[in-house]
């Protein structure tokens, strides 16, 4: 995917169980930390315990609020 600044402020979001390898891929309408965090809690709430166990982010500014994550969602950063 070709993400470039005149096409607007998408991105995606993925998130990769390490083990099974199992993927979910998030399409973002905008940066902001407040729509990235929300839309990965809705989907990890659905996901099995074992599989929501950990998470690691990298260091771009939309993953700001990883504590509104842990609390609401249960899961180690």
């Known amino acids: 995917m070709l993400f470039r600044r005149k096409f607007g402020l998408a ?3 993925s998130l990769v169980e390490r083990v099974s390898r199992f993927t979910v ?6 940066r902001t930390t407040d ?4 839309r990965l ?3 990890m709430k659905t996901l099995p ?3 929501r ?11 700001m609020d990883w504590p509104h ?7 180690q950063t």
């Open 53 to 63: 166990k950990s998470v690691t982010f990298d260091r771009r500014f939309e993953f």
């Open 49 to 51: 315990l074992k599989a």
């Open 35 to 38: 729509r990235v965090m929300g």
């Open 69 to 75: 994550l842990q609390a609401e969602v249960g899961t």
């Open 11 to 13: 991105n995606v979001t």
């Open 25 to 30: 891929v998030l399409m973002n309408t905008n």
């Open 41 to 43: 809690a809705r989907v």
